[in-house]
Each structure stands twice: as structure tokens, then as C-alpha cells.
């Protein structure tokens, strides 16, 4: 399988179906105190990821699995083309974990979502860019002007493409986003039908490698780019020892990656069909290592959630450390 099978609009579509019907010592912050109740009430937590990422290593080395053995908990699985219909499935209860970029959050939240923040990777400013065709005579970001960009609604391009035109004075009227997922993105790249598409990792990489694309920038100086972990706010009060446990793996995940970034690359190459040059250099643009929401964190993600409010891209505004799990203190 190669990626551009990987990224036809029919797969997105069956994917998305298939699964909504599938169904660290850092200090918290936030308003929603976790409950304590015993683990031992449930048999399975459903967890969703994208095609890259640390959930990726960390449902292939079964460290959750083997974590959870012990309280007879079995995970499952649930991959989606993006944030977006993830954090929809965390909403209609078909999740109970989840991960995303920055933008998916403010836009569930701003939908009265029943989400929480639990936990965060470390920034990484070159897991996404703003992608040219190879034969594109655009040098400068401030000749995006009038230009038709791909990116995908809510999602954490969609906050880096807000970021980059007010950085060059563009206004967000001033051009014309043509709002597609990753597969649909692609092919509209590829066939002349856009100017741009921002987009992140492997996709980019991808499109490097594949089609000549260049990339124009990417998100250093526009946001710190994190990526977020976020469960069902029933799911968490309920079953506060579990996100613990789950985060604690997601983190032992990350120690591995970072030791083996080669490896990894090659294990996402082989999981998700890639070619092992471009799913090597995906994983070497991001940066791995989870931790509990900070203030610093918190008001990071409060510039996304303004931003959008102030484009009326989001229909109220948003206070981010309204939605903010606070683990348990220990025993």
C-alpha cells in the first residue's frame, strides 16, 4: 500500500463511518476535579488516533495493554483521518480517550462539548507547514494573498494557516481556504485545484517526497504546536486512576521514540503503509514527551481559542481552563 492509496477521498469516508460506529510530575491546573471510583467496574477504554503520533508506538508495543492486564481492562483501538471527527466521537461517548492538535479542542468546546484536557506533548513547531506545488512561483507568505489554500476546518493547520497570515499582514477575507480533510487535500494539491495546503506530518512529508512540494514555512514563530490528549469529562471524574495509568504510557512511549527515532519510523512506515524515508523524516520532525497541563500551557491554548472567536470562526467565546483535568494528588 503507498500513501496515496492511503489518502483517497473513499478510504476517509470509510474510515471516518467505521469509526464513529466502532465505537511526569508536572503540576494541573483547572476547575474539573476528578472523582475517584474503582477501575475494576470497567472491562474496555476506547481510544482514537491518527496515522502518526505516539499512540501509534504505543498501541503497537502493547504498553497499555500490559498495564491494564492486571484489572482485566482491554483496550481498543479507533484510528481517524483527523481531530475534528475524533473529538465528535469523544463527544457522542464512542471514545473515551483521544489526541489532537490544538484547534479541535476550542472548536468541541466552543460546541459544548463533554470534553477535558488531560495532557500534552511537547511543542513541536516543525510537525506542520504550509505546502507549494513544485512549479509554484510563490517566495515570499505575503503573496498568499487571493490564493485558494487547502486546510482542514478546525484542525491544527487551520490555526496555523490564522497565525502565519496575520504574521504577513493578510487579512483572513483576503484568501480563500477551501476547507478539505488530509485525503481530499491531497488530491486537490495535486491536481492544480489549490494555491497551498497546510497540513501536518506524515502528510507533508509525504507531499515532499511525492510530488516535489516545497514548503514555504513552517510553524516556528507562529505557535508552539502542541499536541493534546483529551478524554470524555464522565470518563475521566469516573475512572481518575486510569487517565494516570494511560498517560504514565503514553510518556513511556515517548522515552522509547525518543531512543529510537529511526525505529519508530520504520514501525510507522510498516503499520500505516508508507515508504520508510518518508515516515522516518515525519517522526523526526516532531518532538515526544507527555506531560499534565500547565498555566503556560493553558494560556498557550487560550490564544487559539481568542483567535478563532475573533475570525467568528467559533460562535462564543471559549475559556480554556474550564475544561482542564485535574489529576488526583497522589497517595
Same mark, same amino acid.
Given at each position: 500500500?503507498?500513501?496515496?492509496?492511503?489518502?483517497?477521498?473513499?478510504?476517509?469516508?470509510?474510515?471516518?463511518?467505521?469509526?464513529?460506529?466502532?465505537?511526569?510530575?508536572?503540576?494541573?491546573?483547572?476547575?474539573?476535579?476528578?472523582?475517584?471510583?474503582?477501575?475494576?467496574?470497567?472491562?474496555?477504554?476506547?481510544?482514537?488516533?491518527?496515522?502518526?503520533?505516539?499512540?501509534?508506538?504505543?498501541?503497537?508495543?502493547?504498553?497499555?495493554?500490559?498495564?491494564?492486564?492486571?484489572?482485566?481492562?482491554?483496550?481498543?483501538?479507533?484510528?481517524?483521518?483527523?481531530?475534528?471527527?475524533?473529538?465528535?466521537?469523544?463527544?457522542?461517548?464512542?471514545?473515551?480517550?483521544?489526541?489532537?492538535?490544538?484547534?479541535?479542542?476550542?472548536?468541541?468546546?466552543?460546541?459544548?462539548?463533554?470534553?477535558?484536557?488531560?495532557?500534552?506533548?511537547?511543542?513541536?513547531?516543525?510537525?506542520?507547514?504550509?505546502?507549494?506545488?513544485?512549479?509554484?512561483?510563490?517566495?515570499?507568505?505575503?503573496?498568499?494573498?487571493?490564493?485558494?489554500?487547502?486546510?482542514?476546518?478546525?484542525?491544527?493547520?487551520?490555526?496555523?494557516?490564522?497565525?502565519?497570515?496575520?504574521? #504577513? /499582514?493578510?487579512? %483572513?477575507?483576503?484568501?480563500?481556504?477551501?476547507?478539505? @480533510?488530509?485525503?481530499? *487535500?491531497? $488530491?486537490?494539491? =495535486?491536481?492544480?485545484?489549490?494555491?497551498?495546503?497546510?497540513?501536518?506530518?506524515?502528510?507533508?512529508?509525504?507531499?515532499?517526497?511525492?510530488?516535489?512540494?516545497?514548503?514555504?514555512?513552517?510553524?516556528?514563530?507562529?505557535?508552539?504546536?502542541?499536541?493534546?490528549?483529551?478524554?470524555?469529562?464522565?470518563?475521566?471524574?469516573?475512572?481518575?486512576?486510569?487517565?494516570?495509568?494511560?498517560?504514565?504510557?503514553?510518556?513511556?512511549?515517548?522515552?522509547?521514540?525518543?531512543?529510537?527515532?529511526?525505529?519508530?519510523?520504520?514501525?510507522?512506515?510498516?503499520?500505516?503503509?508508507?515508504?520508510?524515508?518518508?515516515?522516518?523524516?515525519?517522526?523526526?520532525?516532531?518532538? #515526544? /514527551?507527555?506531560? %499534565?497541563?500547565?498555566?503556560?500551557?493553558?494560556?498557550? @491554548?487560550?490564544?487559539? *481559542?481568542? $483567535?478563532?472567536? =475573533?475570525?467568528?470562526?467559533?460562535?462564543?467565546?471559549?475559556?480554556?481552563?474550564?475544561?482542564?483535568?485535574?489529576?488526583?494528588?497522589?497517595?
Amino acid at each position: 500500500m503507498n500513501i496515496a492509496n492511503l489518502l483517497r477521498p473513499a478510504a476517509l469516508t470509510l474510515s471516518i463511518t467505521l469509526a464513529l460506529t466502532a465505537c511526569a510530575d508536572n503540576n494541573s491546573v483547572g476547575k474539573t476535579t476528578a472523582a475517584t471510583k474503582p477501575n475494576n467496574a470497567l472491562s474496555e477504554i476506547r481510544i482514537g488516533h491518527q496515522k502518526s503520533g505516539s499512540l501509534v508506538f504505543l498501541k503497537d508495543q502493547k504498553f497499555l495493554e500490559q498495564a491494564l492486564a492486571p484489572q482485566k481492562i482491554s483496550v481498543k483501538w479507533v484510528e481517524f483521518p483527523s481531530g475534528p471527527p475524533m473529538l465528535e466521537a469523544l463527544n457522542t461517548g464512542n471514545l473515551d480517550f483521544a489526541t489532537t492538535g490544538e484547534a479541535p479542542p476550542v472548536f468541541a468546546q466552543a460546541a459544548s462539548s463533554g470534553l477535558v484536557y488531560v495532557a500534552h506533548e511537547t511543542a513541536s513547531p516543525n510537525s506542520e507547514g504550509l505546502l507549494l506545488p513544485k512549479n509554484s512561483t510563490i517566495t515570499d507568505p505575503k503573496q498568499l494573498k487571493g490564493k485558494r489554500i487547502a486546510v482542514t476546518k478546525g484542525s491544527s493547520a487551520h490555526y496555523t494557516l490564522v497565525q502565519a497570515l496575520k504574521k #504577513y /499582514g493578510i487579512a %483572513y477575507s483576503d484568501i480563500q481556504p477551501i476547507y478539505l @480533510q488530509p485525503s481530499d *487535500a491531497r $488530491a486537490a494539491f =495535486e491536481q492544480g485545484n489549490v494555491d497551498a495546503w497546510v497540513v501536518w506530518e506524515p502528510y507533508r512529508a509525504a507531499a515532499e517526497k511525492q510530488l516535489g512540494a516545497r514548503t514555504l514555512f513552517n510553524t516556528e514563530g507562529l505557535k508552539p504546536s502542541y499536541s493534546f490528549y483529551l478524554a470524555r469529562k464522565e470518563f475521566a471524574a469516573e475512572h481518575p486512576e486510569l487517565i494516570q495509568t494511560v498517560v504514565a504510557q503514553v510518556n513511556r512511549a515517548d522515552e522509547a521514540i525518543k531512543a529510537d527515532l529511526d525505529g519508530f519510523g520504520k514501525i510507522t512506515a510498516k503499520l500505516i503503509g508508507l515508504p520508510e524515508d518518508i515516515a522516518i523524516e515525519g517522526v523526526k520532525r516532531r518532538e #515526544y /514527551g507527555a506531560s %499534565y497541563i500547565t498555566p503556560a500551557v493553558v494560556a498557550e @491554548q487560550q490564544k487559539v *481559542a481568542d $483567535a478563532f472567536y =475573533e475570525l467568528k470562526l467559533i460562535p462564543k467565546h471559549v475559556q480554556v481552563q474550564d475544561i482542564v483535568w485535574q489529576a488526583p494528588p497522589k497517595k
